[in-house]
């Protein structure tokens, strides 16, 4: 049963977006405490190993992770139930019946704005599934439909 | 009644007032650590504080401009946010109560404050912070309206049980399993736990001195009475403990009146739960590593409702000690369809080294840094190997699933052996993950999740064949097999 649906390919650009910026984070807190490590004398290996990290990081963090990711994430609404499928290491699998919907969402970041797209979240009683980085359009289509389907197969909590 | 309305403009102090509440704290530090600055520094100050008022108000402002709410097709549609855009949508059947009110302002400004809420959840699911009155009466209206034929439904429902109301049913712990439960409990290593952390904050202010002589008496008495006064101590602390728990639990009763279940137990301070049976999600069974050999467990109930504010209520016992043996016979008086006394579907062989595999994970740091830095002593860690691998096949041995009619049992084991009970439509959702060790061995972790208290509990198993997963899938989606 392998799942169908993937999520927008625009996924990417917002993904490395965000990885860039978390690499710049990182970046920042690396520098200062290397600039410390200098002023300080302390061991040579921390600045080697900050070096090294930060310099291999964008390759994870803006290439090859969100390819992985995107690869890796598949989902499908059906009629009775939601699938979600993700992870790149630890393969996530889950399903949600319809009947346990509560309610469903849109929402939209800056960057997913940028490219037009947008996340679903449902939530249950419990817990909340995002399918993150949909075309606006789809997404708002998922949405009309787990809402319907929802108020269809009605159950209690 | 479908085109998207806003709230009043009061509803702007409303939005500044939450936003100044969350970063006053960091504004007043700003402004007033500093000092009293004189000159350039006063009027930068000065700046930053009104440039900061602004953006509050800026901020209220457009967030007003942007919360806009409507009714459309049985739903309430709520579009929030100004950086994220938030679409809300909260269909009428879903909603459990709507809550109207008035605060000072808005009296003045003839408002009302209407808040949602939902099945689940710790605060409101919406909250509509001024409207006018009329306009929440409509939208009651509305909301009735909508679920009028639901309620008709549930409200027949209710008058073809009441004639069960008067049937009661009751359990009573007696003494000896108050006594035993007591005993057997993890409460006195917290006791002594907090007796040492109190002892040795406070052993200065003890008068040893006084108590032994002098230290020189101390020393003449010899390590072995010393070793015994510290034995009574802990005895006298174990006493106390049993003392408190029995008091806690005492008179501990579960009464069935109708399709309710009260429970009550306490001596000096009385406490008294009432749980619908429709709102059990689950039964959760604790074995204890000391009540396992004995034959006891302790039964709590994973029900959806209870407060934060009362953790009492979120963590329920429906029997504090039992007989395993009559386990099944009581659980049915109470709580119908549970089944207790299932054999489950244990792991394959080759799950055996994941378990050896994952508790050296965790020893394998410990015992390095342990053998490096604390040779020749530091060897002895090595121990951990074989007692990780002993407690590998305790948790290996006793964990496993089965499904019989709706019911699915998860049991699982870090120390305590943990056995989940739940149907299939109390199920929020399933969940597999696996990793690429795991993929290899055929092998997967599965979970199912309930409802409980305001979060949830889950039910999980590492390393069962991936094949049981596709089992439990397809007995998940099939419809009412019962």
Known sequence: ?157 | MSRPKRLHPVAIIFNMAKDVKELLFPFVIALIIPGKSIGLAGYIQWMIAGVVCIFFITLAVLKWIRFTYKVEHGELKIESGIFFRKNRYIRFERIHSIDVSEGIIQRLFGLVKVSIETAGGTQAEAVLSAIRKEEAVRLNEQLLEAKRNKTVVELEFREEQSPNKMTTLVYKQTFLELFLMSATSGAVGVILSGMAAFASQFDEMIPFERVFGSSKVMLELGIYVLIGLACIGIILVYIVAIIMMMLKYADFTVEKIGDELVISRGLFEKRQLTIPLKKVQGIRIVESIIRQPLGFATVYLEYAGGSLAEKESLKVMLFPLIKKKKLQENLERFIPNYLSDLSLNHLPSRAYSRYVFRKWLYYAPVIVACIYFLSPWGYTTLLLLPIGCGWAYLQYREVGWNITGSQLTIRSRFVSKQTLLVHKNKIQSIKSSTSWIQNRKQLTTISALVKSGVTFREGEIKDVDAKDFTRIHVWFLTKKSS
């Not at chain 1, 200062?32 to 310099?55: A, C, E, N, Q, R």
């Open chain 1, 1 to 157: 049963m392998e799942l169908q649906q993937q999520i927008s390919k625009k996924a990417l650009k917002v993904w490395r977006i965000t990885g860039t910026i978390e690499c710049l984070i990182t970046w920042v807190i690396a520098i200062t405490v290397m600039i410390l490590t200098i002023k300080f004398d302390w061991p040579y290996w921390i600045f080697l190993i900050l070096g090294v990290l930060s310099l291999v990081q964008p390759y994870f963090w803006i290439y090859l992770f969100p390819i992985l990711k995107w690869r890796c994430w598949r989902y499908d609404v059906r009629e009775t139930e939601i699938e979600i499928q993700r992870g790149i290491f630890i393969m996530r699998r889950t399903l949600v019946p319809m009947a346990r919907v509560q309610h469903v969402e849109t929402s939209q970041g800056p960057f997913l704005r940028k490219y037009h797209l947008a996340s679903v979240e449902i939530s249950t009683a419990a817990t909340v599934h995002i399918i993150p980085a949909l075309d606006l359009q789809e997404a708002d289509e998922l949405r009309s439909f787990i809402s319907k389907m929802a108020s269809v197969v009605e159950e209690d909590v």
